[in-house]
């Protein structure tokens, strides 16, 4: 298995443009998750998904940002529009039935720009 | 919500040496806690995980100890190498299934 893909690896955009973030979890995990990494706040949990219904999104820091998962293989997070202080790298984590926040594997992440 | 304080922020060793990074948390309702290592410019990666009914888990080089009482746990590894430079990040999971909170991390440097 290749692992957790995400797409793009580097995102370089301007204050206001839509920014979409993608990624394909391991197959067969059904839990899926969206963090966000800064050197101030660390990593935290901005969505959790569950056999791809959205669980708990009180991480997501406002109605800018938005994430869908349509199937088991994919999920997208999106931010319009887009502002300095979202720049960060972003990861998408899955884990297999059962474990929930056990045995997280993560993604090569997002790095966001925003200028 | 659980909150997951990490000392320290920086540590450096030589090749041999051990090296101690140690976590505390406040929700007692916490029960997995899990490390994870990332090296520059990588993902995070599970290297070790303990719950909260047992007191000591060692895989190798690595072992994790775990004080229920005083709410600490901590990561332990002997005879470290050079690849062991990374960040390390410990996290508690609160009373969630599907939660962790993350300590800031740990830049750990073997010196050669």
């Known amino acids: 298995d290749a692992g957790v893909i995400q797409s793009p690896r580097h995102e370089v955009t301007e204050m206001g443009q839509e920014v979409t973030l993608r990624c394909k979890p391991i197959s067969g995990h059904n839990s899926l998750f969206w963090y966000r990494q800064t050197m101030m706040r660390g990593l935290e949990l901005l969505i959790y998904?569950?056999?791809?219904?959205?669980?708990?999104d009180s991480g997501m820091p406002e109605d800018r940002f938005s994430a869908k998962m349509p199937n088991a293989s994919f999920s997208t997070l999106k931010i319009q529009p887009s502002e300095p202080r979202d720049s960060a790298v972003y990861f998408c984590?899955?884990?297999?039935?059962?474990?929930?926040?056990?045995?997280?594997?993560f993604g090569s992440g997002t790095q966001l720009s925003v200028l | 919500g659980e909150n997951v304080e990490q000392h320290p922020s920086t540590l450096s060793v030589q090749e041999g040496d051990s090296a101690v990074i140690k976590c505390t948390y406040s929700d007692s309702a916490s029960n997995y806690f899990p490390w994870y290592k990332q090296e520059l410019g990588k993902r995070p990666q599970l290297i070790i995980d303990i719950r909260s009914n047992v007191g000591e888990k060692k895989d190798q080089r690595i072992a994790v100890t775990l004080n229920k009482t005083a709410k600490h746990f901590s990561l332990h590894i002997t005879e470290t190498q050079p690849e062991d430079s990374a960040v390390y990040f410990c996290a508690g999971s609160g009373g969630s299934n599907y939660k962790l909170t993350f300590g800031k991390g740990t830049l750990l440097t073997v010196n050669p």
């Open positions: 998904f569950n056999n791809n219904v959205p669980i708990d």
């Open positions: 984590a899955s884990s297999p039935p059962g474990a929930s926040n056990e045995k997280l594997f």
